[in-house]
């Protein structure tokens, strides 16, 4: 891996890591000597949605106050072709510092060379309690590469008032599920029991899971498709199920058009669905407001949910950050208790933490993922992940859609698992 880094930089991250603020976020201690930081500016690269202004305030602040004479520059960028935008900044001799950078990609961009190693920091940024299954996404070869920032699951997100006129609660099993779903369908005033699109694909990736399966598996050190398992297909013909509940279209995304958008007509039971889409809904149906409940989705027995796609974003140190030391001594406030506890409250994701839940109280939508964290899981953490995502994503166009269209599943399956693998060798 390409570590172009100088040892001196790497002597003076050890000394200033040492010597940054302290982990509940307070501004004493003496971080640098203003006259060594003069002048010196922090890029840091934000996704959208992520560049909340309180959040970056109160880390900028904090920063600032470490470092006087340091400056925090934080840029927002958007999700569009960001693997490739990212992967260019990371190979410049001068990138930007930090990234925020989605979960599933890390082992991506860490196989390049391009982030900095950060095993023996780990416990000086408070990863000793990283919630685990959360921290999985940032290890490749055992190493720590990046730090958990936040993530959330999917759950089930319904109507109030369409469930109290059916007579049923939220359910603690799947097969309770199933059997209130078929009395919402049956429900006056009801549409779609479950509106559930036919190419969701993050959602059938957590039934994946929860049937023991997973969308690739390793042959003699490579990577090839395993949706032809027993399991995957158990799980597909779950999937069919549910979407037989609603209206929902079995060739297109949760995006097209708008699920949100959707649910917000009222005639919608419920959906599996993110936290910000409730308020995209009330947004589109004020009416809705306090209509909406959420609860996890359903596993085989009450003791414990289904397991889910475990969706996030997690932070990194450029290889060749100019600025070690500062990069990481902003890693260290920015995951401090109170502004990961920040994040949390004002965003609705779950924290890096367990004991930051509190910091969620009163969310419907956390609470119901907070409980799907501990065995919530990831697409497969390889290097080229992404080359399965570009459009078409066989996933859903060679997999998905022909199942519910009622065309063979092995044969799909055989047709998507050989696209799978011919995109995993293009390296």
């Known amino acids: 891996m390409n570590r172009r880094r100088l040892v001196a930089a790497l002597g003076t991250a050890v000394v200033m890591v040492g010597a940054s603020a302290c982990s509940g976020g307070g501004s004493g201690g003496a971080g640098s000597a203003a006259d060594s930081n003069q002048g010196k500016k922090l890029v840091v690269w934000l996704m959208a949605g992520d560049d909340l202004p309180s959040w970056m305030a109160s880390v900028k602040a904090q920063f600032e106050q470490q470092y006087p004479g340091a400056t925090v520059d934080f840029q927002t960028k958007q999700w569009t072709d960001i693997q490739a935008t990212v992967t ?3 190979s410049l001799v001068d990138p930007p510092d930090i990234f925020d950078i989605g979960n599933t990609q890390t082992a991506y961009y860490a196989s390049t060379g391009g982030l900095m190693d950060l095993d023996k920091y780990k416990a000086q940024l408070g990863g000793a309690d990283w919630t685990p299954s959360m921290n999985k996404s940032t290890l490749v070869g055992g190493k720590q590469f990046a730090a958990p920032w936040y993530a959330g699951s999917r759950a089930v ?7 109290a006129r059916a007579g049923v609660t939220p359910p603690t099993t799947m097969s309770e599920w ?6 919402l369908k049956q429900t006056t005033g009801v549409k779609s029991a479950l509106y559930l699109p036919g190419q969701n694909w993050y959602a059938f990736d957590g039934f994946l899971q929860d049937a023991g399966a997973d969308i690739l598996t390793e042959q003699n050190s490579r990577w090839v498709g395993d949706l032809g398992s027993p399991q995957a297909l158990q799980a597909a013909q779950l999937f069919k199920t549910l979407n037989g509940f609603g209206a929902a279209p079995v060739d297109q995304d949760e995006s097209h058009p708008l699920e949100s958008g959707v649910f917000a007509k009222g005639d919608v039971a419920s959906m599996i669905a993110m936290g910000y889409e409730e308020s995209a809904a009330i947004k589109d149906n004020p009416k809705l407001a306090g209509q909406i409940g959420w609860f996890p989705i359903p596993g085989a027995t009450p003791d414990k949910p289904a397991k889910t796609f475990f969706g996030g974003s997690n932070l990194a140190v450029a290889t060749n950050s100019v600025n070690p030391d500062l990069a990481l001594g902003f890693l260290k406030i920015a995951l401090n208790d109170t502004n990961e506890g920040l994040f949390a409250k004002l965003s609705g994701f779950l924290p890096n933490k367990a004991k930051l839940y509190p910091a969620i109280k009163g969310n419907a939508y956390a609470a119901a ?4 964290a501990a065995t919530a899981g990831f697409t497969p953490l390889v290097p080229n992940w992404g080359n399965v995502e570009n459009t078409p994503n066989p996933i859903t166009t060679l ?6 269209q009622g065309k063979d599943p092995q044969a799909a399956a055989k047709a998507a698992d050989a696209k799978l693998a011919s995109r995993l060798s293009q390296g």
Do not use: G
Request: no cysteine; aromatic share 12%.
């Open 399 to 404: 997999f998905l859609t022909p199942i519910l």
């Open 157 to 163: 997100m319904y109507n109030k008032t369409l469930w």
């Open 178 to 183: 199933l059997t209130d779903l078929a009395k």
């Open 88 to 90: 260019t900044a990371l």
């Open 369 to 372: 993922a907070s409980e799907e």
